[in-house]
Protein backbone atom coordinates (compact mmCIF):
# COMPACT_ATOMS: atom_id res chain seq x y z
CA UNK A 1 0.00 0.00 0.00
CA UNK A 2 1.44 3.29 -0.83
CA UNK A 3 1.88 6.58 1.19
CA UNK A 4 -1.71 8.11 -0.07
CA UNK A 5 -3.49 5.22 0.08
CA UNK A 6 -2.57 3.97 3.55
CA UNK A 7 -3.25 7.85 4.47
CA UNK A 8 -6.92 7.74 3.18
CA UNK A 9 -7.56 4.76 5.08
CA UNK A 10 -6.64 6.46 8.45
CA UNK A 11 -8.25 9.61 7.52
CA UNK A 12 -11.54 7.65 6.39
CA UNK A 13 -11.34 5.47 9.72
CA UNK A 14 -10.78 8.89 11.72
CA UNK A 15 -7.07 7.43 12.79
CA UNK A 16 -4.99 10.17 11.23
CA UNK A 17 -3.46 12.87 13.64
CA UNK A 18 -2.95 16.12 12.21
CA UNK A 19 0.46 17.38 13.83
CA UNK A 20 -0.39 21.14 15.02
CA UNK A 21 2.48 23.40 14.72
CA UNK A 22 2.39 27.16 16.36
CA UNK A 23 3.97 29.36 14.42
CA UNK A 24 5.73 32.98 14.70
CA UNK A 25 4.89 35.87 13.02
CA UNK A 26 7.94 37.45 11.10
CA UNK A 27 6.13 40.68 9.04
CA UNK A 28 4.81 43.51 10.75
CA UNK A 29 3.76 45.77 7.96
CA UNK A 30 1.80 48.35 10.52
CA UNK A 31 4.51 51.25 11.09
CA UNK A 32 5.61 54.53 10.24
CA UNK A 33 8.53 54.11 8.03
CA UNK A 34 8.38 54.39 3.91
CA UNK A 35 6.96 51.72 1.88
CA UNK A 36 8.24 51.13 -1.89
CA UNK A 37 5.96 49.86 -5.15
CA UNK A 38 6.59 46.63 -6.08
CA UNK A 39 9.10 47.87 -9.30
CA UNK A 40 9.71 43.67 -10.23
CA UNK A 41 5.73 42.81 -11.06
CA UNK A 42 6.53 42.49 -15.30
CA UNK A 43 10.37 42.47 -15.27
CA UNK A 44 12.19 39.92 -17.14
CA UNK A 45 14.98 38.50 -14.76
CA UNK A 46 17.79 37.18 -17.08
CA UNK A 47 20.72 37.39 -15.22
CA UNK A 48 22.30 36.95 -11.43
CA UNK A 49 22.54 40.20 -9.67
CA UNK A 50 19.95 41.41 -10.96
CA UNK A 51 16.86 40.97 -8.57
CA UNK A 52 17.84 39.69 -4.98
CA UNK A 53 14.73 38.57 -2.93
CA UNK A 54 14.61 38.99 1.16
CA UNK A 55 12.36 36.99 3.58
CA UNK A 56 12.36 36.21 7.09
CA UNK A 57 11.07 32.82 8.32
CA UNK A 58 11.01 31.24 11.80
CA UNK A 59 13.10 28.63 13.12
CA UNK A 60 11.85 26.48 16.37
CA UNK A 61 13.91 25.49 19.32
CA UNK A 62 13.15 23.90 22.70
CA UNK A 63 12.83 27.52 24.05
CA UNK A 64 11.31 29.12 21.22
CA UNK A 65 11.75 30.27 18.04
CA UNK A 66 14.95 31.98 16.08
CA UNK A 67 14.85 33.58 12.99
CA UNK A 68 16.31 33.26 9.66
CA UNK A 69 16.74 36.14 7.37
CA UNK A 70 17.64 34.62 4.03
CA UNK A 71 18.17 36.77 0.71
CA UNK A 72 18.17 35.07 -2.67
CA UNK A 73 19.11 35.85 -6.24
CA UNK A 74 16.22 35.59 -8.06
CA UNK A 75 17.79 34.03 -11.17
CA UNK A 76 20.04 31.41 -9.77
CA UNK A 77 17.95 30.75 -6.72
CA UNK A 78 21.01 30.77 -4.75
CA UNK A 79 21.29 32.25 -1.48
CA UNK A 80 23.20 34.77 -1.51
CA UNK A 81 22.75 35.70 2.49
CA UNK A 82 21.30 34.90 5.47
CA UNK A 83 21.53 35.08 9.30
CA UNK A 84 20.30 33.34 12.00
CA UNK A 85 19.24 35.17 15.40
CA UNK A 86 17.00 34.58 18.40
CA UNK A 87 15.19 37.84 18.09
CA UNK A 88 13.26 39.70 15.12
CA UNK A 89 15.65 42.63 15.69
CA UNK A 90 17.07 44.24 12.53
CA UNK A 91 20.45 43.30 13.10
CA UNK A 92 20.35 39.85 11.61
CA UNK A 93 18.41 41.20 8.36
CA UNK A 94 21.30 43.71 8.26
CA UNK A 95 23.69 40.68 8.97
CA UNK A 96 22.14 38.85 5.96
CA UNK A 97 22.25 41.57 3.24
CA UNK A 98 25.69 42.87 4.62
CA UNK A 99 26.73 38.74 3.74
CA UNK A 100 24.99 39.18 0.31
CA UNK A 101 27.06 43.01 -0.57
CA UNK A 102 30.50 41.44 0.43
CA UNK A 103 30.27 38.11 -1.64
CA UNK A 104 28.59 39.63 -5.17
CA UNK A 105 30.97 41.19 -7.74
CA UNK A 106 28.89 43.36 -9.50
CA UNK A 107 25.20 44.52 -7.78
CA UNK A 108 25.12 47.18 -10.48
CA UNK A 109 21.67 47.86 -11.18
CA UNK A 110 20.65 45.32 -8.53
CA UNK A 111 16.69 45.58 -7.40
CA UNK A 112 16.65 44.65 -3.55
CA UNK A 113 12.66 43.11 -3.10
CA UNK A 114 11.15 42.18 -0.23
CA UNK A 115 7.52 42.60 2.23
CA UNK A 116 6.73 45.92 3.71
CA UNK A 117 8.15 44.26 7.19
CA UNK A 118 9.59 46.79 9.72
CA UNK A 119 13.15 45.32 9.58
CA UNK A 120 12.92 45.95 5.57
CA UNK A 121 11.45 49.79 5.63
CA UNK A 122 13.98 51.01 8.31
CA UNK A 123 15.96 53.62 7.81
CA UNK A 124 19.09 51.82 8.84
CA UNK A 125 18.53 49.20 6.27
CA UNK A 126 17.37 51.35 3.27
CA UNK A 127 20.00 53.70 3.88
CA UNK A 128 22.35 50.80 3.21
CA UNK A 129 20.62 49.91 -0.20
CA UNK A 130 21.18 53.11 -1.35
CA UNK A 131 24.18 53.84 -0.52
CA UNK A 132 24.72 50.98 -2.64
CA UNK A 133 22.73 52.29 -5.01
CA UNK A 134 20.80 49.51 -5.02
CA UNK A 135 16.80 50.63 -6.08
CA UNK A 136 14.29 49.00 -3.65
CA UNK A 137 11.09 47.28 -4.53
CA UNK A 138 8.34 46.26 -1.88
CA UNK A 139 5.07 43.58 -2.45
CA UNK A 140 2.04 45.69 -2.54
CA UNK A 141 -1.17 44.05 -1.93
CA UNK A 142 -0.60 39.93 -1.93
CA UNK A 143 2.34 39.77 0.25
CA UNK A 144 3.09 35.82 -0.71
CA UNK A 145 1.88 36.18 -4.05
CA UNK A 146 4.55 39.30 -4.80
CA UNK A 147 7.56 37.47 -2.89
CA UNK A 148 6.77 33.90 -4.21
CA UNK A 149 10.19 32.99 -4.57
CA UNK A 150 11.14 33.85 -1.27
CA UNK A 151 8.33 32.34 0.02
CA UNK A 152 9.36 28.73 -1.26
CA UNK A 153 12.60 29.05 -0.83
CA UNK A 154 11.57 28.48 2.95
CA UNK A 155 9.40 26.04 2.08
CA UNK A 156 12.65 23.99 0.59
CA UNK A 157 14.51 24.52 3.27
CA UNK A 158 12.02 23.08 6.03
CA UNK A 159 10.88 20.46 3.68
CA UNK A 160 13.78 18.85 1.73
CA UNK A 161 16.98 20.16 4.44
CA UNK A 162 14.64 19.15 7.66
CA UNK A 163 14.40 22.83 8.88
CA UNK A 164 11.33 22.20 10.06
CA UNK A 165 12.23 20.34 12.96
CA UNK A 166 12.72 21.56 16.76
CA UNK A 167 16.39 21.71 17.52
CA UNK A 168 17.80 22.03 20.94
CA UNK A 169 18.97 25.64 20.90
CA UNK A 170 20.14 28.36 18.71
CA UNK A 171 23.63 27.38 17.99
CA UNK A 172 22.19 23.99 17.17
CA UNK A 173 19.57 25.87 14.35
CA UNK A 174 22.50 27.57 12.97
CA UNK A 175 24.46 24.84 12.67
CA UNK A 176 21.84 22.95 10.90
CA UNK A 177 20.75 26.35 8.54
CA UNK A 178 24.50 26.64 7.35
CA UNK A 179 24.83 22.97 6.68
CA UNK A 180 21.46 23.12 4.70
CA UNK A 181 21.75 26.18 2.72
CA UNK A 182 25.12 25.06 1.28
CA UNK A 183 23.25 21.66 0.62
CA UNK A 184 20.70 23.75 -0.92
CA UNK A 185 23.04 25.99 -3.33
CA UNK A 186 25.74 23.58 -4.04
CA UNK A 187 24.04 20.12 -4.38
CA UNK A 188 20.27 20.42 -5.35
CA UNK A 189 19.42 20.24 -8.78
CA UNK A 190 16.56 22.83 -9.92
CA UNK A 191 14.41 21.95 -13.29
CA UNK A 192 13.32 25.33 -13.40
CA UNK A 193 17.61 26.05 -13.82
CA UNK A 194 17.47 22.88 -16.46
CA UNK A 195 18.90 20.67 -13.93
CA UNK A 196 21.64 22.96 -12.58
CA UNK A 197 22.56 23.84 -8.71
CA UNK A 198 21.73 27.48 -7.94
CA UNK A 199 25.71 28.01 -7.37
CA UNK A 200 26.73 27.02 -10.66
CA UNK A 201 23.55 28.72 -12.51
CA UNK A 202 25.25 31.70 -10.38
CA UNK A 203 28.90 31.28 -11.09
CA UNK A 204 28.06 31.44 -15.02
CA UNK A 205 25.78 34.79 -14.88
CA UNK A 206 27.14 36.61 -12.24
Partial sequence: ??????????????????????????????????????IIKDLEVTRANQVWVSDITYIRTVKGFCYLALITDMHSRKIVGYDLSDSLELK???RALNKAIYQAKNIKQLIHH?????QYCSNVYTQILKRKKINISMTEENHCY?????????GILKDEFYLDQTFDNTAHAK?????????????RLHLSLGYKTPNMVYKLSA
Fill in 146 to 154: ENAMAERIN
Fill in 1 to 38: MGRDTLFNVLRKHQMLTLRKKTSARTTNSYHRFYKYNN
Fill in 92 to 94: GCV
Fill in 114 to 118: SDRGI
Fill in 175 to 187: RAAKNAINLYNEI
